[in-house]
């Protein structure tokens, strides 16, 4: 069955992705983004909030896109650590859609935290209603809107519900700061049955104290 054919997991806007981060952010920040695509976040960061700011990708395309918007960035697998970044550089982290893709998610995030204040992570969520019917009812393997793939070829290689997720940071011994389910296009607050009715999830975390 073609991919226009089944189902597809809503893809997070850009603008909400963007915005949603921004407001977590403090003016004049040291900010990291870990995966930051053509450094269109960090370009406004720096422009609407004078944050000090660093990139860090692995395609060519985007660390060519990053340079020429006239910001530093890394050439780095994720999935090989953030050993050649000091403890304590920065003051937030950003980690956007990227986390499930990685090999070790626990080495990673550990790894944020060690080099950042707090992370600020978005995951999609596999918990939600119409991934759950798309398996029930079709017996088959969800695709998302933003990545196109079966089963054999997607670069997600872990599949977790935001029950999940609080588990992990629970075993981790990190703290949520904030979450935020984003539901209908719309990150909300507080919502009933956040884990059935949202397609994605915003996570402040930071070390317990």
Request: aromatic share 8%.
């Amino acid at each position: 069955m073609s991919v226009s054919n089944r189902y597809q997991l809503p893809d997070l806007s850009v603008r909400l992705t963007d915005e949603l981060i921004m407001q977590h952010i403090e003016n004049s920040s040291r900010v990291i983004d870990l995966g930051c695509g053509d450094g269109r976040l960090l370009e406004r960061l720096r422009r609407e909030m004078n944050c000090s700011v660093q990139g860090v990708d692995v395609e060519r395309a985007n660390l060519v896109s990053v340079i020429e918007r006239g910001l530093p960035v890394m050439a780095a697998d994720l999935d090989q650590g953030l050993t050649d970044i000091p403890s304590g550089s920065f003051d937030y982290a950003v980690l956007s859609q990227t986390l499930q893709q990685v090999k070790d998610p626990r080495q990673l995030l550990t790894e944020i935290l060690r080099v950042a204040r707090r992370a600020l992570v978005v995951v999609p969520n596999f918990g939600y209603w119409r991934v759950r019917l798309e398996v029930l009812w079709r017996g088959r393997t969800p695709v998302t809107s933003n990545l196109p793939y079966e089963w054999h070829d997607s670069p997600n290689l872990h599949f977790m519900s935001m029950y999940d997720f609080r588990d992990l940071m629970h075993n981790m011994g990190l703290k949520i700061v904030k979450e935020s389910p984003i539901i209908h296009g719309h990150a909300v607050d507080s919502a009933w049955a956040p884990n059935l009715r949202a397609d994605s999830a915003f996570y402040l975390l930071e070390q317990q104290s």
